[in-house]
């Protein structure tokens, strides 16, 4: 890992600077990169910039002069009047007042580009840097672009990402300011400028924090569940291993069962749409034909009905259509006999009358 840029923008005398680092060599015997200048050209606005640009406000105890007592609201104080001075004073004009440090990182894995951004008033005074409005945290993995909702989130990511803040003296220092300590503390100092230097202070911290943390691990887990015996935790361990298999098969039958859920889905959806384009593309349509299925049906019913006592009404007039001919012969033979007989009376009627009268 090495820094390879550095943008400033309104930061103090830097209106707008970029700083590009050479890389170390893979022989290894270039990696320390000295930077040096005529007094008031901007180093120490430079080491400022490192700091606060990675960590904004936990690395304002790493600033020649910044000693706060640690409390939170002297720290919080001190860092905003910070700030009001950092600014480029004659950026407080624009309209957007504002200050930022970008450092991009060379990793074996690729690219991390950090922006820290500082918002104002007009007139100097800092925005909310507790908020995203004042203080804003930008950081570029590989392409991949995110602005963290708190300054807490954003460090958190570069420690996970680079290293935590209180390593940052190991990788940027001022010389001279190293130099005076180290004179006016005698040999404590140096011990303790060597276990920064090499990392090795982080290391006794890192011992005494993994032995705390294992004791309180202890002290809660005989809290929740007692002192268990080594045997039986192996019991335990085996069952535990039992059920992880049981969860695993019930998890593959899950997704089985969700992929036969989701055939079976869309089989109903591709029935569905084969059934909208028959009849419709609603319910409601498909309700008002089933309705009129109905209706239909009931009327065929009448209609077969009707038909069946109309057919037994018919019987009568149909026998008699069969020998029509011969019911229509024997009327008009009735028909002439009955005028025969009538003729036949009349006259036998008359004859009787001349016979009468002849006799008289």
Known sequence: M???????????SYRNATFVLPAPDRAGRRNVILVGAQNGAGKTS???ALYLGLFGREAMHLIEGMRLKGLD?????????????VIHRPALTTEDPHSSV???FDLADGEVSITRKWNFLRGGRTRDLNTQDGEEVLIETNGRRKVYASWQEGNAKIEELLFPCNVM?????DGEQAQERVEAAGGRALFDAVKTLYGTGILDQLSDSLKSYIQNERHAIQRDVGTVRSDELAQKRALLEVKRGELQGAQNELAISRKEKDGLESDQQRLNNQLFAMVGDSASDVEE??????ALQAEEAQVRQDLVSGLSGLALPLALSRHGSKVAALIRSEQIRDRWLILKDEASGKANVIVYRGVS
């Not at 090495?2 to 103090?12: G, I, T």
């Not at 034909?289 to 109905?294: P, R």
Request: net charge positive; hydrophobic share 40%.
């Open 73 to 85: 609201q002297d720290r919080g104080l001190g860092y905003r009047a910070l700030m009001e001075q």
């Open 289 to 294: 034909y089933g309705k009129i299925l109905s």
């Open 2 to 12: 090495h820094l390879r840029e550095v943008h400033l923008r309104n930061w103090r």
């Open 169 to 173: 003296p190991c990788l940027f220092f």
């Open 46 to 48: 430079f080491l400022m």
């Open 102 to 104: 970008s450092l991009k």
